[in-house]
């Protein structure tokens, strides 16, 4: 049964600083690699997806990578802000189409 | 972008009541889901649909049915509501078997059952 753990479970930072969110995963036979984000009493937002297939995964301030050998991915976020505090869950897709979810990270970035 | 519809953004519903949960989404996906949220449970599948009139049991379906009659609209039926069922419920869907295209999630329906 695949299993996915965020460490860590919560994250405070000052307000430009480069942070690393970690994720791994206990069996590498996955199709992606999908990293959200989820404010409070809200729904989740796709930040990246990655293939099986690809190392990493940019978008602006988001870096997401991949070691699929290793169960590993990491979401790398750049020059941190305020805005960017939300609970960021990490999702792995694996065979029958179902999602395994980790328990996220709550991360606060104090102005 | 795609887009999930949750119908309702809170309910409030009373212990023994047949409840309607709706979601829709608007890019023709094959795929849909419906999860509930718990603090330290996580995201947890109920049921899923891979195609119009098919579903299937998630991890939890117990107290739960689900109705797919068109492929943009799937909705979770709570027969008998329970304190228990309480809970934030999201619905996603996806474009294909292999989830190449990712998922997508609606705003999620905050359930509250007294």
């Known amino acids: ?111 | 972008d795609v887009k999930v519809t949750q119908s309702s953004r809170y309910l409030v519903k009373r212990t023994g009541e047949k409840v309607f949960l709706e979601c829709v989404q608007d890019m023709d996906h094959e795929n849909m889901f419906w999860y509930r949220q718990d603090p330290g449970l996580g995201l947890r599948l109920i049921y899923f649909s891979y195609d119009v009139k098919m579903k299937e049991k998630g991890d939890i379906p117990e107290g739960y049915s689900v109705s797919r009659e068109k492929k943009e609209r799937f909705s979770l039926i709570l027969e008998s509501a329970s304190t228990n069922q309480t809970s934030m419920y999201l619905c996603a869907s996806s474009a294909t078997t292999g989830g190449s295209y990712g998922y997508t999630f609606g705003s999620g329906t905050r359930l509250t059952v007294v």
């Open chain 1, 1 to 111: 049964k695949q299993e996915v753990t965020q460490i860590p479970a919560a994250l405070s930072v000052p307000e430009g600083e480069n942070l690393v969110l970690n994720c791994s995963f206990t069996d590498s036979a996955i199709y992606n690699l999908q990293w959200f984000r989820q404010d409070p009493g809200k729904g989740l937002t796709s930040l990246l997806l990655i293939q099986s297939s690809q190392r990493e995964q940019t978008s602006g301030r988001l870096n997401a990578s991949l070691d699929k050998s290793s169960g590993r991915s990491t979401l790398y976020i750049a020059a941190s802000q305020p805005g960017d505090s939300a609970t960021y869950l990490c999702a792995v897709l694996t065979s029958g189409s179902r999602l395994t979810f980790g328990e996220g990270t709550q991360l606060t970035v104090n102005p």
